[in-house]
């Protein structure tokens, strides 16, 4: 099994109160989903022989809203979701979506040839392809 680094994210359970009690604040049911005030996308990552996958979801954002940077073994995936104008109508009562910067950094265990990444963000989900090194693809060595 490969060895993937994440950073940004530090999974301490998806719900820290369990059992949930009627009337928990939807804030404490969402801190696993922010860190320190900052949106926090969840993310799949896939490997096979060829390449890692990354796949997030983000609502609301532009292509131009979101920086992915390689940068010495690590993968950083940044960006910003803006609020929009907030709306002062008397039955107004809560705003539940999140809202702010985010950064998720992955390094992995073996090599990726950043030349060769592809992005493709489509429909609110951004999908990030990295091919792994010749060099830390599996050899297969036929007998003689």
């Given at each position: 099994?490969?060895?993937?680094?994440?950073?940004?994210?530090?999974?301490?359970?998806?719900?820290?109160?369990?059992?949930?009690?009627?009337?928990?604040?939807?804030?404490?049911?969402?801190?696993?989903?922010?860190?320190?005030?900052?949106?926090?996308?969840?993310?799949?990552?896939?490997?096979?022989d060829e390449a890692y996958t990354l796949v997030t979801e983000l609502p609301g954002l532009t292509k131009n809203e979101i920086?992915?940077?390689?940068?010495?073994?690590?993968?950083?995936?940044?960006?910003?979701?803006?609020?929009?104008?907030?709306?002062?109508?008397?039955?107004?009562?809560?705003?539940?979506?999140?809202?702010?910067?985010?950064?998720?950094?992955?390094?992995?265990?073996?090599?990726?040839?950043?030349?060769?990444?592809?992005?493709?963000?489509?429909?609110?989900?951004?999908?990030?392809?990295?091919?792994?090194?010749?060099?830390?693809?599996?050899?297969?060595?036929?007998?003689?």
């Amino acid at each position: 099994m490969t060895k993937i680094e994440l950073r940004g994210w530090e999974p301490t359970g998806l719900f820290p109160h369990t059992p949930i009690a009627f009337g928990h604040r939807f804030e404490d049911l969402m801190a696993p989903f922010t860190k320190e005030g900052m949106l926090v996308p969840p993310m799949d990552v896939k490997e096979d022989d060829e390449a890692y996958t990354l796949v997030t979801e983000l609502p609301g954002l532009t292509k131009n809203e979101i920086t992915i940077a390689f940068e010495a073994g690590v993968v950083r995936i940044t960006g910003e979701k803006k609020q929009e104008a907030e709306e002062k109508k008397p039955n107004f009562h809560r705003l539940e979506r999140r809202y702010g910067r985010f950064s998720r950094e992955f390094r992995f265990e073996h090599p990726v040839d950043a030349d060769k990444a592809e992005a493709t963000f489509k429909r609110g989900i951004l999908k990030i392809v990295l091919p792994k090194t010749e060099a830390s693809k599996p050899k297969i060595l036929k007998l003689k």
